[in-house]
């Protein structure tokens, strides 16, 4: 799979999602980023280009962790609806990123239950870096998993198969 690339020229994100990363960075000089792809003064419920956005992750991506940026998300968003487990938290991954992203093909998520406490996850045609939705997914595992789970796991698949989707599995 392509990071950094849309899968569709008309793709667009939601002002408010790409504050969320941008404020996520904590990076002092993401202003010259910003204004380098047209992204300055971006407004919470306006469109932008989802590849304006995709360019800036891809400048800044020798210079952030993008794992820790991805772990601060899930904390910064406010879903509209009470969360209280892991498959509340997934169900809400996709409905929010289907929200947050539209026109031809902006991807999404799915996932199917693999055990009581363990599942998969597909990322399906998702151009953002594959360790900013990892961060995304430990943090929503760590912050939902039940009380008494301990130990748990989000480890990425590697399947060769097919290149325009990606996988982690999920265990608690």
């Known amino acids: 799979m392509t990071e950094f690339v849309a899968f569709h020229p008309d793709n667009e994100t939601l ?54 940026i991805g772990m601060k998300i899930p904390d910064m968003v406010e879903y509209g609806v009470e969360v209280k487990t892991i498959a509340d938290a997934l169900t809400l991954l996709d409905a929010g990123y289907q929200h947050n992203h539209r026109e031809k093909d902006p991807g999404g998520f799915a996932y199917q239950w693999t055990g009581e406490r363990s599942l998969r996850l597909t990322a399906v045609k998702n151009p953002y870096p594959k360790d900013l939705v990892y961060g995304i997914l430990y943090r929503l595992v760590q912050k939902y998993r039940p009380a008494d789970s301990g130990v748990f796991a989000v480890l990425r698949d590697v399947d060769a198969s097919d290149k325009d989707t990606y996988s982690f599995s999920i265990s608690w």
């Open 15 to 68: 002002g408010i999602a790409i504050m969320a990363t941008v404020k996520a960075t904590q990076y002092r000089g993401i202003e010259e980023f910003l204004k380098k792809h047209n992204l300055e003064n971006i407004k919470p419920d306006a469109w932008y280009p989802q590849q304006a956005e995709l360019n800036l992750l891809k400048d800044i991506n020798n210079m952030m962790d993008f794992v820790a």
